[in-house]
């Protein structure tokens, strides 16, 4: 019992930084309908900033440092490379992405090498105990930043100008457009703050009980994709809720290991995608994604 | 097309597979190797590109029927092992493997037809990358099978008692020794050759008008009689059973299989190759596959003599990254400035010295299903 | 270009915008404007009128900056507001510069409140305190939207959503405000409402472009008046000129001239055979009988029901947005009804998946064309025979001499139907390179190349000229004539409809208002009503 409430409270602050990720994932699906292959990259960029920059500005300034460097990359292949594709299909677009991640992904994997940098995140490798129970403390910290990032997100999705440019245009790109809502800068708003999510994400990837910065965490970060299908890629709430389930599942998936040994080694790897097929099979558009309507 | 240029091409063709089959006579093993890397992905690509060019299907999962198509072979024609590595095998013959293991990736696709019938567009896509880490999963774990992380050997290539090993029976043309990759290299060159031809036909027949017709217009196929859901079921079996083949070829060339190199990343190739080489073009799909699986083993391999670029552990840039570095870009460069990919260019060019041409670039042209499905202008 | 008044196009001193001599192409192949001009002088309304694809809509994207999203582009000619050029310039900028468009079918913000789709609407304008004043004089206009402020957008009335998606467009406080077919698909006494807010909404100093099909609404509205007609304007003159040219009258009010009866072919109805040596499925009667299709909220069609006799030419006409299309949609299987039957002979089609339908010979075409772009014109043609011929894909991947011989004979079939709709000399051209009247007419030859026993025409006219539309209406009757087949066509164009058909089932709002003879419909009093489009007295108005 008390192992099972240790790793729901584990997953469940795993889950958090997972919804961070795919929370990216679904902005810029609705601003601009692309998927994003090289979220991973940004997110291992933003790691790879704090890593390289908490020795001279601390902390709280690399971690700065890093969610700008993030934000500004991906700005960067919205309007320099995205925007000229203007008319091109948004598959297209996504497969522009891929050839993006894997310009980031050699570079980055070139200055990394085989390192493992530290982040020099202040939880170390402490534990919290909340009565019985132990929790890293870089998990509480991860758990507590993604809600209360997640919180000012909603407000400003729900109530600011840019929130309601944000929905009109994802809406119904046209419409917008006639109202005088800039596509252009509504995309690029969403890349950026996507872009910044992202570098958050990966701080808190990267942290204790991860060993740290390693060229692989791009591609691990891969594992919010199924968190943000199974919730229905154009829903905010879904990228949430599929963050959590995926986070709750994978932990207990490693932390159940050897009740389930006859399923092989490294389940908890796999099992996200297995979830996500099997909701998919459910929801086509998962959980909370608009149906494709099909007009004549 | 006039008679003078129609000729042209039939000479071309003539010359380019007469070149092809004296090759093995000139190139040093490594290109050997090379070249039938690249026959492999030729045959993947179109399997795919009939997939998602042909038919607006997007899938990731080309990877996982490749490797049911490798162990496959393995599983059918190796023999059963025991000790350090024991590995099960039925140790078949080798033609009877091929084509139970091409078998086998069928009915791996029919049975994700279930899913591929109800997903559409980017959600296939991403479902498909599911398949990937499962296959991946299971076939580190599958250690009977499959031999887990170090993977297990596949059994040579032998036909009608003609065997692809070395030395057995000798066989030395104009002082080179034909050895394996030399016969394997007249295998490849054939099973290219059948599955070209065989996708032209489809391409161009009867199937291939209701696969396009399912691309553009679901509602329009199936209001003109096309079963949807079968095809999209049929072109998906045919798509891995293509893998597959590809499969069965790659094992063959590498000896043995590892299941690292099944991986999302391969997967991610395949769907590179056939966007370079111009969706729905079969013709693009195997130019995109010769540049793919080329471009990082000539990089390689002329690492020595090529500015900025340094051997392993030399400080500088690595010959795989220099080529990760070029194919990312190529990505880019091609759907910037190539919306017809590489199948595109030649059009161009013969567009411009033939304008009598009427099959020429048209704007509509292949593409992956689009999430907008706006009604045109009034 | 008959011009009843010079003043529309010398008037240059006080118009507030001119478009001069537009041409515009989509995609490089379809022209939808052809040296278009166009003046609106300060604080008047000024009605575009013209049917489906005469180039309305693309006018207002040329105005509005938003053709690049629809894949179009400015040829020649030039557009000016207040002297500036706006040709090049992105919405945003347009909006900014004092010209707002409410884009046809509405298209609020659904999933976003009444409230949110105001504010962004005023997302343009800087100013807070003009924003809330903006607002309060949105809630003075359209006190209904006041009231269900918080609501979501996506649960308004039709009527309330027009409301809204003009309102949302005040909120930057236009000058100039272009009103994309707002009537469509709304009651008569919502479309009188409008026609209201579009005088009061002037009435404070705002100009409006009013694109319509509802011709005695816009017309009752308008100062100036144009007629589009396939990309070029084909007349103006004052709204009250216009009113009175016999053309108007007849094409776009509905008001019969003296000439309905020169049909080509007269109606005759072949004996219903089944032709075997032609493989053609026996010709049956379709009968649908109290069919309703909903979707969410709204309600399609509603109990409909009409039957189909053998061998004849029956036309389904109505207003936009009456569900013409929904009931093709059903009798093909594309939709399935709420509740209700279609049967077709002794088979019942409701429930069967399309391409089983399409097997008993119930072929179609499609309003918005839906065929391979990249494919040739023989090859479209081909997948009409997908369903009377065989080939799979191991006959024809190993290229079989069965596959081979199939290809030629229905190689030669495809040929034959490229005559019958003059398409013989573009057989081997891909679709998108021709335009838009010959891909009409490959929808038709695919249709015809399955061998229809029924054939199921959407809007078959839309967006041609004249001339075409007399041709498409030749070839409609001559392959009935020849084949005896059963003809169910939905169109706009009544005078078209009248020369075609044996019997019309009019529907308006999802109802059947009316069914006969085509002499029978046109005196039909609930009719005139749905074509005019409002009280007996704009009738008068407008006539």
């Not at chain 1, 997110?43 to 500005?57: D, F, K, P, W």
């Not at chain 2, 099978?145 to 290539?157: H, I, K, S, V, W």
């Not at chain 3, 001119?18 to 604080?43: F, K, N, Q």
């Not at chain 3, 061998?451 to 498409?472: F, I, K, R, Y």
């Amino acid at each position: 019992m008390n192992q099972f409430v240790e790793l729901l409270i584990s997953g469940l602050s795993l889950g958090f930084v997972y919804a961070l990720i795919a929370l990216g994932f679904v902005i810029i699906f609705k601003a601009t309908r692309v998927v994003n292959f090289a979220h991973g990259s940004i997110l291992l960029l933003g790691a790879y900033v704090v890593a390289r920059t908490h020795g001279s500005l601390g902390f709280a300034g690399a971690v700065l440092a890093g969610v700008l460097a993030a934000a500004l990359c991906a700005v960067i292949v919205q309007l320099v490379i995205l925007r000229r594709l203007r008319g091109a299909t948004t598959d297209t677009l996504t497969i522009v992405t891929i050839g993006i991640d894997i310009l980031l992904a050699t570079e980055l994997t070139r200055r990394i090498g085989t390192k493992v940098l530290n982040i020099g995140d202040p939880w170390r490798d402490h534990v919290v105990h909340l009565g019985s129970f132990s929790v890293p403390s870089a998990r509480v910290a991860a758990a507590v930043v993604a809600i209360l990032v997640l919180a000012a997100f909603t407000a400003a999705f729900k109530y600011s100008d840019w929130g309601v440019a944000m929905r009109s245009a994802a809406e119904d790109a046209e419409g917008a457009a006639l109202m005088g809502i800039r596509l252009g800068r509504v995309a690029a708003g969403a890349w950026a703050v996507a872009g910044a999510l992202a570098a958050l994400g990966g701080v808190f990837f990267t942290t204790f009980p991860t060993p740290g910065v390693q060229a692989t965490v791009g591609l691990s970060a891969l594992t919010a994709f199924p968190a943000a299908i199974l919730g229905g890629l154009d829903s905010v709430t879904g990228a949430v809720v599929g963050g959590l389930i995926i986070g709750v599942v994978t932990t207990m998936t490693s932390g159940y290991q050897d009740h389930i040994a006859f399923l092989g080694r490294g389940l908890g790897d796999v099992v996200p995608y297995v979830v996500m097929v099997l909701v998919l099979l459910w929801r086509p558009s998962g959980l909370f994604g608009t149906k494709e309507v099909t007009r004549v | 097309m006039s008679d003078r240029s129609r000729t042209l091409t039939r000479l071309g063709w003539v010359a380019m597979w007469a070149a092809l089959l004296l090759t093995p006579l000139f190139l040093e093993q490594f290109w050997e190797q090379a070249g039938l890397f690249a026959m492999a992905s030729i045959i993947g690509a179109i399997g795919l590109t009939i997939l998602t060019g042909t038919t607006g299907q997007l899938s990731l999962a080309h990877a996982f029927y490749v490797a049911v198509g490798a162990y496959g072979y393995c599983y059918f024609a190796g023999h059963k092992t025991v000790g350090v590595e024991s590995v099960a095998g039925l140790g078949l013959p080798p033609v009877l493997a091929l084509v139970l293991a091409v078998l086998l990736a069928g009915v791996a696709g029919a049975l994700f037809s279930p899913i591929s019938a109800r997903l559409r567009g980017i959600y296939l896509g991403i479902a498909s990358i599911g398949l990937v880490f499962i296959g991946q999963h299971i076939l580190f774990n599958a250690t009977g099978l499959t031999g887990g992380f170090n993977g297990r050997d596949a059994q040579p290539f032998g036909l009608a008692g003609f065997q692809f090993q070395q030395g057995s029976p000798d066989i030395t043309v104009n002082g080179i020794e034909f050895g394996e990759l030399e016969k394997l290299w007249y295998l490849g060159l054939a099973l290219v050759a059948l599955s070209y031809w065989y996708a032209r036909n489809i391409v161009r027949g009867r199937p291939g008008r209701a696969l396009e017709s399912v691309r553009d217009s679901e509602v329009a196929a199936a209001v003109m009689g096309v079963d949807v859901a079968r095809y999209k079921a049929a072109v998906f079996i045919l798509s891995s059973m293509y893998a597959g083949l590809a499969g069965v070829l790659m094992a063959l060339v590498f000896g043995r299989i590892v299941p690292n190199t099944f991986g999302f990343p391969l997967s991610v190739d395949f769907l590179v190759m056939i966007v370079l080489g111009g969706l729905g073009s079969i013709r693009g799909a195997a130019l995109g596959a010769i540049f793919v699986s080329v471009l990082p083993r000539a990089l390689d391999h002329f690492s020595g003599s090529l500015p900025l670029v340094s051997d392993a552990g030399g400080g500088g840039l690595q010959p795989s990254q220099a080529a990760r570095l070029v194919y990312g870009a190529a990505i880019i460069a091609v759907l910037l400035y190539l919306p017809g990919g590489l199948a595109g260019i030649r059009r161009r060019l013969r567009r411009d010295s033939d304008p009598d041409d009427p099959v020429q670039q048209p704007t509509g042209g292949p593409r992956l299903p689009s999430h907008d499905l706006k009604e045109t202008a009034t | 270009m008959p011009t009843l008044t010079e003043e529309g196009v010398n008037g240059l001193t006080d118009a507030v915008l001119h478009v001069r001599d537009l041409s515009v192409r989509y995609a490089g192949a379809v022209r939808a404007l052809d040296g278009v001009s166009i003046s609106v002088t300060e604080g008047s309304v000024v009605a575009v009128l013209g049917g489906n694809g005469a180039g309305k809509s693309t006018l207002l994207r040329a105005i509005s900056g938003t053709l690049g999203l629809q894949g179009g582009a400015v040829e020649g000619g030039e557009v000016t507001f207040r002297g500036q050029d706006l040709r090049g310039r992105d919405p945003g900028t347009v909006v900014r510069s004092g010209i707002v468009q409410v884009p046809e079918g509405r298209r609020i913000f659904g999933e976003l409140t009444v409230e949110e789709n105001l504010r962004a609407g005023g997302l343009s304008v800087r100013d807070r305190g003009a924003r809330s004043r903006a607002r309060d004089r949105v809630f003075e206009l359209f006190p209904r939207l006041e009231e269900r402020h918080r609501q979501r957008a996506a649960l308004l009335s039709g009527g309330e959503q027009q409301m809204l998606a003009i309102g949302r467009a005040l909120m930057s406080e236009p000058e100039l405000l272009l009103l994309d077919e707002p009537s469509l698909g709304l009651a008569p006494k919502v479309v009188d409402r409008i026609g209201e807010v579009v005088r009061e909404i002037n009435g404070q100093g705002t100009s409006v472009i009013l694109v319509e099909q509802n011709a005695a609404m816009a017309l009752a509205v308008a100062d100036q008046a144009y007629v589009l007609e396939v990309g070029r304007v084909s007349l103006s003159g004052t709204a009250a000129e216009l009113a009175d040219t016999s053309e108007v009258r007849e094409r776009y009010l509905g008001i019969p001239g003296g000439d309905t009866d020169d049909r080509p072919h007269p109606p005759h109805a072949p004996a219903p055979s089944a032709d075997s040596a032609n493989g053609r499925p026996a010709i049956r009667e379709l009968d649908v009988e109290a069919l309703t299709v909903r979707f969410g909220g709204i309600t399609a069609l509603s109990d409909v029901a009409f039957r189909v006799e053998p061998g004849s030419v029956h036309a389904v006409i109505g207003p936009n947005g009456a569900g013409k299309s929904t009931c093709l949609n059903v009798l093909t299987g594309v939709y399935a009804p709420t509740s209700g039957t279609v049967r077709y002979g002794d088979k019942v089609l409701t429930g069967l998946r399309p391409h089983r339908i399409a097997r008993l010979g119930v072929s179609r075409t499609f309003q918005n064309i839906a065929l391979s772009p990249a494919a040739t014109v023989a090859d479209n043609l081909l997948l009409g025979r997908h369903r009377l011929s065989r080939a799979g894909f191991l006959s024809t991947g190993f290229g079989l001499p069965g596959a081979r011989r199939e290809r030629k004979r229905e190689q030669g079939r495809v040929a034959e139907v490229a005559g019958l709709v003059h398409l013989d000399a573009q057989l081997q051209r891909p679709v998108a390179e021709l335009p838009y009247g010959d891909r009409k007419r490959v929808e038709l030859g695919r249709a015809l190349c399955a061998d229809p026993a029924l054939l199921l025409l959407d809007e078959p006219v839309a967006g041609m000229n004249p001339d075409e539309s007399e041709q498409m209406s030749q070839t409609i009757a001559n392959v009935r004539a020849e084949l005896g087949i059963s003809v169910v066509l939905v169109e706009h164009d009544m005078a078209f409809v009248m020369r075609l058909a044996d019997h019309v089932t009019v529907l308006d709002f999802g109802e059947r208002i009316a069914d006969g003879t085509p002499a029978e419909v046109q005196q039909d009093p609930a009719v005139l009503r749905a074509y005019l489009g409002g009280s007996p007295d704009s009738q008068e108005a407008a006539g």
